[in-house]
């Protein structure tokens, strides 16, 4: 998959550290040069404004790759008048290869490569090409993001098809990325955020603890933007990200609502039949009483079939996919 669309972030300099450590969830002083982080970003309010992974990449220099939120806005906030660089790239692209072979065919082209362990990644080269390998991806499954120059894109893509037939490897589009991450529990803002599915009485903004991404904050840490609120508002949920397993194989839509005791209780987010388990499943916004494993539900909308609240995720919850070795 071309996932050039990610925004990517050079944050260079010997402040570089103290404004990541004010921006972002994470303490990046725990991460060494190879190493890389999830982390959230929030506004003053503590609310959700941006994800990311953060790499460090040497000792004053970092590359933060985050979606479509605020986050390049919350990397600048503050950085007048201090020793810090601050460059958009968008000459590096992003071709993520996912998947259980993902590992067998690039061990054929780059050595060492099964020794990188999940949340790391290495510089090197793929088809004489200047590459850096990620072992990272928006899947849940094992995978690699290998970031190239732009003029370099073309090449591995094509060479990556071509040697890639025995391995089963193809192309997908966006839509499959929709399959995944509902089966693994991976969120896409805004399409699972207040932004899509605003509240009746104010304004958008969700907190950690209702995404379910309050692990995201390293334990103990304070002095990150939205701190003192993201500690206050915990046990305030409004709302839950929940699963939904539907009865049938049948998806439901996004926007469908849910219903118990003749109440509605929720709506879903993104929806898909998983060919991997074989179930209709979903994931969406649900009200906290009802945000509990085998919560009897109806699904109302594009389809009404029984259905049951489930935990996240569907499929690996231990996630040994994704963090096997060897």
């Excluded at 082209?109 to 290495?122: A, E, K, T």
Aim: hydrophobic share 40%; proline share 6%; aromatic share 10%.
């Amino acid at each position: 998959m071309d996932v050039s669309g990610l925004k990517k972030v050079h944050y260079v300099g010997p402040h570089a550290e103290a404004l990541l450590q004010e921006a972002v969830t994470r303490d990046v002083r725990r991460l060494y040069p190879g190493k890389a982080v999830y982390a959230c970003m929030l506004n003053d309010a503590g609310k959700f404004i941006d994800d990311c992974i953060v790499y460090r990449t040497g000792p004053n220099a970092w590359f933060v790759v985050h979606g479509s939120g605020d986050g390049m806005a919350q990397l600048t906030r503050s950085t007048q008048g201090r020793d810090v660089a601050v460059h958009f790239d968008d000459d590096l692209h992003d071709l993520s290869l996912q998947g259980p072979a993902a590992v067998d065919f690039l061990a054929e082209h780059v050595p060492g490569i099964r020794d990188l362990d999940y949340f790391h990644f290495v510089n090197t080269t793929l088809f004489d090409c200047p590459v850096m390998l990620s072992r990272t991806g928006y899947t849940g499954e094992r995978g690699y993001e290998i970031f190239c120059k732009r003029d370099d894109a073309p090449k591995i893509w094509d060479t990556v098809l071509e040697l890639g037939v025995p391995f089963g490897i193809v192309p997908c589009a966006f839509v499959t990325l929709d399959w995944l991450r509902v089966e693994s529990y991976l969120l896409f803002y805004p399409y699972d955020n207040s932004e899509m599915y605003p509240f009746a009485d104010e304004g958008p903004g969700d907190t950690l603890w209702e995404l379910g991404l309050d692990f995201t904050v390293t334990p103990g840490k304070t002095g990150f933007r939205g701190a003192e609120e993201h500690a206050r508002l915990a046990g305030k949920e409004r709302f839950k990200i929940f699963g939904v397993l539907l009865e049938g194989d049948a998806a439901a839509a996004e926007g469908d609502t849910l219903h118990a005791g003749g109440e509605q209780v929720g709506v879903i987010t993104c929806a898909m039949y998983s060919r991997l388990t074989g179930k209709s499943m979903a994931i969406a916004r649900m009200d906290v009483p009802v945000a509990v494993q085998g919560t009897p539900l109806e699904v109302r909308g594009s389809i009404t079939v029984p259905a049951i609240a489930h935990d996240l995720p569907f499929d690996d919850p231990q996630k040994l996919k994704r963090m096997a070795k060897g």
